[in-house]
């Protein structure tokens, strides 16, 4: 915090933390707004300090603590082999997972509230009094397609979806968790899955790989669950947003937008999509599924309306546009989408790009550590994992170099 700017957004200063916590409600006022830094810096050092708590358990459990646990604290002992004990290890894992989920709901519902980008106005801090709890809504997430304009559970685009879907996954895991913890594994899991450390590693890996790739896709796609005040346009809002403020600027000079063509033939500002939906034209066609609280006010049942399009285009509207355009998360040195390029291509990059890169990469070699132990694992419960024999190198015969 003894670097931010007010003057600038967060996504422009670097910031990859501070977007969170103002996701979160900390420190944020309407449209977006960055009250201060006292609530991060505060949140900052409560972290601090519970990091020196941990470390200081760590290094007591290595050099002061005893080597095994089964000696003073039976409970806490545990061998990788009994399947018992494992599965109530894992029970308590998703008790706090659950636990987890409900500190968000939590916080929305009760404890001050949420950053809302769809509220009134721009955006504010809001709190989530009706969470959609309705099955049908939350699971139809699951079973949606990825493809398209159906984006599976990135397509989520309201925080009362978003609260209710922790809420059903806060009570599944905690259920889950109290089944593992209550009950032993039924005899088709004891006999199907490896009981080792190392499979336990590959499971571990497989999971965070899901997750990670999964935090991927949703960041790089969904401004609800991370807004563009904060994490920066996502790459189809980036280029809607730059077709936008061209049919603000030009129609304020007179242009007809309706009718004016580009030189494909096709509409310059505004087009029909093949389904007959109006859309913004020009390069920024592909992304004609995107949806933002700035253009929303925008639509109506067919798409784009002309006549609020004519009427009803209002200064934020205008403002927030021409700041998304130039801040897209592409760092392309060529037009991608239709996004103009421009000096920020070389010293800008977006917290989007880089959560989205990280995530990605990081969930990539979680899935290849997850294949590499699983296979180790499968081979040393089969009985044939023999490594490497060192005695038969060829290396060891040939001629040294000097």
């Keep these: ?26 420190g944020v006022d309407p449209e977006g707004e960055i009250a201060g830094t006292d609530v991060a810096f505060i949140i900052g050092v409560l972290h601090l300090l519970s990091s020196s ?23 806490f002992g545990y061998d990788w082999r009994d399947k018992n004990k494992m599965a109530t290890i894992l029970g308590f894992h998703l008790v706090l997972l659950g636990c987890g989920c409900y500190l968000l709901v939590a916080k929305a519902m009760y404890f001050g509230g949420i950053y809302d980008t ?33 984006g599976w559970i990135v397509s989520v685009n309201t925080v009362q979806d978003l609260v209710g879907g922790h809420i059903w996954l806060g009570s599944i895991l905690i259920f889950g968790g109290l089944l593992h913890v209550n009950t032993k594994p039924l005899p088709l899991f004891r006999r199907a899955l490896l009981w080792s450390g190392e499979a336990y590693l590959a499971y571990s890996l497989g ?21 563009s005040e904060f994490f920066g346009p996502t790459a189809a809002e980036a280029s809607q947003a730059q077709a936008f403020t061209f049919l603000a600027r030009d129609q304020k000079l007179g242009a007809k937008v309706a009718s004016s063509q580009g030189p494909t033939g096709l509409g310059k500002y505004i087009m029909r999509s093949p389904s007959g939906e109006i ?7 592909r992304f004609w599924d995107m ?23 209002q200064p934020w509207q205008v ?38 890169t990280s995530h990605f990469f990081l969930g990539f070699f979680m899935w290849v550590g997850h294949l ?22 060829p290396v060891l015969y040939m001629r040294p170099l000097d």
């Design 319 to 356: 403002r927030r546009a021409a700041e998304y355009m130039t801040h897209a998360p592409l760092g392309s040195l060529n037009s991608v989408g239709g996004v103009a390029t421009e000096i920020n291509t070389f010293n800008y990059v977006s917290p989007r790009s880089w959560l989205c």
């Design 207 to 227: 999971a965070l790989a899901i997750c990670g790739l999964t935090a991927a896709v949703f960041v790089w796609y969904n401004n609800t669950a991370y807004p």
């Design 118 to 150: 769809w509220a009134a106005g721009g955006g504010d801090v809001v709190r989530v009094a009706s969470p959609t709890i309705a099955p049908v809504i939350i699971f139809n997430y699951i079973v949606k397609s990825p493809f398209g304009g159906d």
């Design 279 to 285: 859309i913004f034209g020009g390069e920024t066609m």
């Design 291 to 313: 949806r933002a609280p700035w253009v929303e006010p925008l639509r109506g049942p067919k798409g784009l309306d002309l006549k609020r399009i004519r009427t009803l285009i």
């Design 53 to 75: 708590v941990l470390g200081a358990g760590g290094l007591y459990h290595a050099l002061i603590g005893p080597d095994t646990l089964e000696e003073n604290f039976p409970y």
């Design 372 to 393: 590499w132990h699983a296979g180790r694992a499968r081979a040393a419960g089969a009985g044939f994992e023999k490594g490497i024999t060192r005695q038969n190198e």
């Design 1 to 26: 915090t003894a670097h931010y700017i007010p003057e600038l957004p967060l996504y422009e200063q670097g910031c990859i933390l501070l977007p969170h916590i103002a996701t979160l409600g900390w």
